[in-house]
């Protein structure tokens, strides 16, 4: 059984939302378990026993929020050898992808252990307090979906 945590921070639940999807979309193929964390909840003593590790922040002016940046350097040491991830942000139209970019590459610089095994996820909401836009949780799912089945390969 391949496990899978999500990881989030969500200030107006749109980011929480995407991360639901996210773990429908994983937990869609068969060997896969995929859990759902709020940050404030994580166990870091128990983090390694994951073989995925997703993190998700709604984009805070560009980056992702101070809680999830501290979250990423604390991974950095924990021993992640040959675990993989994938980053995910919620973002406003100016703020297209800035996030995703800065946490994946905290996570290169920060987390050597730690495989991107897909580029990241922007997924839109429409105003400050959301809703998550028209159309962005299936693709959610699908992401979900694709990382699943390759880490299954």
Do not use: W
């Not at 496990?3 to 869609?28: D, H």
């Amino acid at each position: 059984m391949t496990k899978a945590i999500v990881v989030y921070e969500s200030k107006y639940g749109n980011t929480g939302r995407v991360a639901e999807a996210l773990v429908e979309g994983m937990n869609q193929v068969p060997g896969m378990e995929s859990i759902l964390t709020e940050l404030n909840e994580v166990d870091l003593a128990h983090i390694d026993e994951f073989d995925v590790i997703l993190v998700g922040s709604p984009n805070h002016m560009g980056r992702a929020t101070r809680n999830i940046n501290k979250f990423i350097d604390k991974l950095g040491k924990i021993n992640l050898a040959r675990k993989q991830g994938a980053v995910f942000d919620t973002y406003l139209a100016k703020d297209y992808a800035k996030a995703v970019g800065k946490m994946e590459k905290q996570i290169g610089d920060k987390v050597p252990g730690l495989s991107l095994s897909t580029p990241g996820l922007s997924v839109r909401v429409d105003g400050m307090k959301g809703p998550v836009s028209e159309g962005e949780l299936p693709r959610c799912r699908e992401f979900g979906l694709k990382i699943a089945t390759h880490v299954q390969q």
